[in-house]
């Protein structure tokens, strides 16, 4: 059994994670940390590396280069004990269409080795948390996209995890099923005391008091609040902070007057 920890505890560890594609650099040596309880945005660009460091994270991608700990355990030393702490739903959806939303929660619970009574229990209680209980024997191919993030938001916590990895959850969707599903994941922090990693392009999605961690073409540009972020860069908004950072030509003006602390370092990064 999983011990119990604070929300002022470090869940996440990402520690000097260098990966290349063969020549290309995708991770630059990045690293910052994640605490238990707690929404974690993990903001940048289309190819700034966010779903290289998520394949890292759900080990789809095998480390190179530094490390990553979960409760301060190595993802490189011990994969399966790391792995079954991690709920993941990915930018593609991975339900089958074809069977109903409990075959689909049944079939990933089984992969676990949760035991058949604990099965019906978990999937009851995640179906009602999302609300679509009444949906239980219904084909996922007739469900709206909405419903599907949930329903693989629930698959994703049936083995109880400790880290939910959401990488651009919400693509796709229309503005109030993003805005449902994103507080919902909120919700499960502060319920249930789940860190969550979210990865996501969409500003809209992030709140002041979130943690940020800002990725662009690699390297950790500033891991802060996003309230910081913006105090830091001069900006009035998460928006104009973001372009300011992520634009050659915004940071080339803004040289000298915009340092992003990046935390996970512990380091700054004078931009």
């Not at 992969?111 to 229990?121: A, F, K, P, S, V």
Request: proline share 2%; net charge positive.
């Amino acid at each position: 059994m999983n011990a119990p920890l604070t929300r002022a505890m470090t869940l996440l560890e990402v520690e000097a994670l260098r990966f290349n594609y063969g020549a290309f650099e995708a991770l630059q040596g990045i690293g910052f940390q994640l605490h238990a309880g707690r929404f974690h945005a993990l903001l940048g660009p289309n190819g700034a590396g966010k779903s290289t460091l998520f394949a890292l994270i759900s080990r789809l991608l095998r480390i190179q280069q530094g490390d990553i700990r979960l409760n301060g355990t190595s993802l490189r030393h011990a994969p399966a004990q790391v792995l079954q702490q991690i709920g993941m739903v990915f930018q593609q959806s991975t339900l089958d269409l074809d069977l109903s939303v409990e075959d689909n929660l049944n079939y990933h619970a089984c992969l676990h080795g949760i035991d058949r009574h604990t099965r019906q229990q978990r999937i009851s209680t995640e179906l009602d948390r999302v609300e679509l209980s009444a949906h239980r024997r219904s084909k996922v191919r007739q469900l709206n996209g909405g419903h599907r993030r949930r329903i693989e938001i629930a698959r994703a916590l049936l083995h109880q995890p400790r880290l939910l990895l959401l990488d651009e959850a919400t693509v796709g969707l229309d503005s109030r099923a993003r805005s449902e599903i994103n507080q919902h994941v909120r919700r499960l922090c502060h319920d249930q005391g789940v860190g969550v990693l979210w990865a996501t392009h969409l500003i809209e999605e992030i709140q002041p008091q979130d943690a940020v961690t800002l990725l662009h073409r690699g390297q950790i540009l500033a891991n802060c609040s996003a309230e910081q972020l913006c105090h830091q860069s001069g900006t009035a908004s998460l928006v104009d902070a973001f372009s300011a950072l992520t634009d050659p030509a915004a940071a080339k003006a803004a040289q000298g007057g915009v340092t992003a602390v990046v935390k996970g370092a512990n380091q700054e990064v004078n931009l």
